[in-house]
């Protein structure tokens, strides 16, 4: 790599459908949130010709952040595609969201990609959401490479950097991170800085001078080459280390110089097979010049190091009835099998579905089988149906760009279609399959939301499926217990980005209302209560009365009702309409409009009328009864705990077992993880954890994680809940 001349392509660059599988190179960007990770994908998609000058596409806009949302907050917030053309292949570039709360962009854009390309600020460093995702892609081989951006700040070193990366990324090995390149530096500026004009090749030992705005190469002066001995040596040796050939150390060892073409081989097949993570350095290119520094490098690297599709192991695969079935991935020829990567609406053209072809080839006009399962706990139901696939198309930017048919291993857009969901699978008519779905993180930040007037309300409904059907990191809960409309997402600006997305594609105004948890009440002694429900109004008349006793249980008992009438002072007959009274009052609830639970109620006497006795008579008799003995009785107000398990990393275990303590949790025990974790185990009442998922981020830096369930419900402190009583009161 770095050994071979290249000339700009122009339009060639502006990459159209593939023709082979080997043809394509599918890569994510990956990195936090100021990076670099778009000013590189526009640089990139600059030095092959995809880009004028100035660095747009033919209307002006960017080709990675062009949603209005994305240029309100000034980052990225979708997973975008950017394909360009270099050498004959069609680069798919994927640039994906930085920030935690976008995560599902970002595992989208992992399950599209067969490779990774890391990107690093020199000015920041490597951060702990970073590294997990490092981890994530190391658990399933992916090759990596790491790009360091921002050499342009006053206190970037390269150097430095390269050896924090090698400490993050390398784990035992740090020798399988290190750098193709070393940065050039011009002349020093009147503050002390000097700018980087070029990168020196330690493979090639050839010198690419960047500072005309294109890129130069030439010889190193005999000044320089002991400047990139040492690091040299060291690549060699750790590309040597990774060799096939385990005879080649021995004789590298041995004083034998090794052909560089060899070294580039083996270097090559090291990537390939997710054993060495070259560092590279890149920087966009000077307003009016071609190629930014090191975007030749990186075309190169992921042209000739990184795997092609048919290189990926396939996901599994099956029937809709789960049988498995075995197919020759990423085969033009066999049956088809794609997925939806992404979803998004456009104003004009309406739904638009990013695909990724992993088997067969998908056409316009075709009719496919979609299939959609394993997120019914979102919103999203179970569905198999036929749908006819419409306009084909590769993006860039705003711009659609029509193509008659897509190949296995490559991606394109797919227009309305109407029932198709991020995450399903397109297969043929006649043979529908499914694909394993990939993880997707639990939203856990609550937010209750109403609409904002008559029209909206009209109109909620369908906004929210459709914002579920493109998000499924998003999850739409309409609870029966405190009657209220959640959407939970993953974090603060996942909720902004959601509002905004309702108000300005979907047209519904909504307003944010506190989110509520679903109290219970309960006896905390034993009561009696008379229900007397008796009057005369001409004609028929009301006549039931009921004498009932209450007595707590133990949780999760629910609601038990016991007859021990006798003489019949109650009719049998009107017995199932106490119990049905006391059941709807009991829903109802006794104390602060909580449903009441873990009772007994005993119906021990009454009295009934010949005429005036009836079943609504005595449903609302056992109402009262239940009232009349709440109103003597101390009561209980029962909150839900959670069990909440913290993956943490050992720094911050102390932290978050303190907060938790302050969260009235009770921590059970902790448990040592791989990877200098601390899985933490605690209980803890929900409405202490709402905006947990927000805390826990700023208390960890982003290195934590963490998952609830429900365990119970139980008594809440005294003052706290005569604190909500009073709020109740005062709220009606």
């Given amino acids: 790599m770095g050994d071979k001349a290249h000339t700009h392509p122009g339009a060639a660059g502006r990459a159209q459908a593939a023709d082979h599988p080997a043809s394509v190179r599918n890569v994510v960007l990956v990195g936090h949130s100021g990076s670099g990770k778009t000013t590189l994908v526009e640089a990139l998609a600059l030095t092959a010709g995809a880009l004028n000058r100035a660095g747009r596409v033919e209307d002006g806009g960017c080709v990675s952040d062009y949603d209005e949302i994305e240029h309100r907050q000034q980052r990225s917030v979708q997973l975008s595609l950017v394909p360009v053309e270099w050498d004959g292949i069609k680069i798919n570039l994927l640039d994906t969201p930085g920030y935690a709360d976008f995560v599902g962009e970002l595992r989208a854009g992992l399950r599209a990609a067969d490779a990774a390309l890391f990107v690093v600020s020199?000015?920041?460093?490597?951060?702990?959401?970073?590294?997990m995702v490092w981890e994530e892609c190391a658990a399933v081989g992916m090759p990596r490479a790491i790009v360091i951006?921002?050499?342009?700040?006053?206190?970037a070193d390269f150097e430095e950097m390269t050896r924090i990366c090698a400490e993050a990324f390398g784990g035992d090995d740090p020798d399988a991170v290190l750098p193709l390149y070393l940065p050039l530096h011009g002349p020093q500026a009147p503050d002390g800085h000097a700018p980087v004009t070029g990168l020196i090749g330690l493979l090639?030992?050839?010198?690419?001078?960047?500072?005309s705005g294109e890129r130069k190469e030439s010889e190193p002066g005999e000044d320089q080459l002991p400047l990139i001995e040492e690091a040299r040596n060291r690549l060699i040796e750790g590309i040597i280390s990774e060799s096939e050939d385990e005879t080649l150390m021995d004789r590298y060892l041995g004083g034998e110089q090794v052909d560089v073409k060899t070294l580039i081989q083996?270097?090559?097949?090291?990537?390939?097979?997710?054993?060495?993570?070259?560092?590279?350095?890149?920087?966009?290119?000077?307003?009016?010049?071609?190629?930014?520094?090191?975007?030749?490098?990186?075309?190169?690297?992921?042209?000739?190091?990184?795997?092609?599709?048919?290189?990926?192991e396939a996901p599994q695969v099956t029937t809709p009835g789960g049988r498995p079935r075995e197919l020759r991935m990423c085969d033009p020829d066999e049956s088809l099998v794609a997925e939806v990567v992404k979803t998004s609406s456009d104003p004009y053209v309406g739904r638009i579905s990013l695909i990724r072809v992993f088997s067969g080839t998908l056409r316009a006009d075709q009719t496919v089988h979609v299939s959609g399962h394993g997120l019914a706990d979102r919103g999203h139901e179970d569905h198999d149906v036929d749908?006819?696939?419409?306009?084909?198309?590769?993006?860039?930017g705003k711009q659609q760009r029509p193509v008659s048919h897509v190949i296995a291993g490559d991606l394109a857009c797919v227009a309305k279609l109407s029932r198709a969901e991020t995450g399903d699978t397109l297969s043929a008519k006649d043979d529908p399959l499914l694909m394993a779905p990939w993880e997707m993180p639990d939203p856990l930040l609550p937010l209750a939301i109403q609409a904002h007037s008559k029209p909206d309300e009209d109109k909620l409904s369908q906004g929210l499926a459709r914002l579920v059907a493109e998000d499924p990191t998003m999850k739409?809960?309409?609870n029966q217990d405190t009657h209220q409309v959640v959407l939970w997402c993953l974090g603060e600006a996942h909720a902004d980005v959601a509002l905004?997305?309702?108000?300005?594609?979907?047209g519904v105004q909504v307003d944010v209302v506190p989110h509520k948890v679903p109290l219970r009440e309960t006896f905390g002694n034993k009561a009696a209560g008379r229900g007397r429900h008796v009057k005369q109004s001409g004609g028929h008349g009301q006549y039931a009365i009921c004498e009932i006793e209450v007595e707590p249980l133990p949780g999760g008992s629910g609601i038990e009702f016991v007859d021990k009438v006798v003489g019949g002072a109650v009719p049998r007959q009107f017995i199932p309409s106490v119990e049905k009274g006391v059941r709807a009052q009991a829903a109802k609830g006794v104390a602060a409009g909580h449903p009441l639970?873990?009772?007994?109620?005993?119906?021990?006497?009454g009295k009934a009328h010949s005429v005036d006795s009836s079943d609504a008579a005595f449903q609302t008799a056992g109402a009262l009864a239940l009232r009349e003995a709440a109103a003597d009785a101390k009561i209980h107000l029962l909150e839900p705990v959670a069990e909440v398990s913290v993956l943490v990393g050992d720094d911050y275990v102390g932290a978050v077992m303190s907060d938790l303590s302050g969260r009235r949790g009770r921590v059970l025990g902790t448990e040592q993880t791989p990877g200098g974790r601390t899985l933490v185990r605690a209980e803890v009442p929900e409405i202490e954890i709402g905006r947990y998922s927000v805390d826990l981020r700023s208390l960890s830096h982003g290195t934590a994680r963490f998952n609830r369930r429900y365990a119970r419900h139980e008594p809440m402190p005294p003052q706290i809940a005569e604190r909500l009583r009073e709020e109740a009161r005062a709220a009606s």
């Fill in 122 to 131: 020199a000015s920041d460093g490597v951060d702990g959401s970073t590294r």
């Fill in 149 to 155: 951006t921002h050499l342009e700040a006053a206190r």
């Fill in 204 to 211: 090639s030992q050839k010198l690419f001078d960047y500072s």
């Fill in 266 to 312: 083996d270097l090559e097949r090291a990537v390939v097979r997710g054993a060495f993570f070259p560092v590279l350095a890149a920087a966009p290119a000077a307003e009016g010049a071609r190629q930014g520094l090191g975007t030749v490098e990186l075309l190169e690297l992921v042209t000739r190091g990184f795997p092609t599709p048919l290189e990926r």
């Fill in 387 to 396: 749908e006819r696939i419409g306009a084909l198309s590769t993006p860039f």
């Fill in 476 to 478: 739409l809960e309409q």
């Fill in 500 to 506: 905004e997305r309702l108000r300005s594609r979907y």
């Fill in 597 to 605: 639970i873990d009772v007994r109620v005993t119906l021990l006497d």
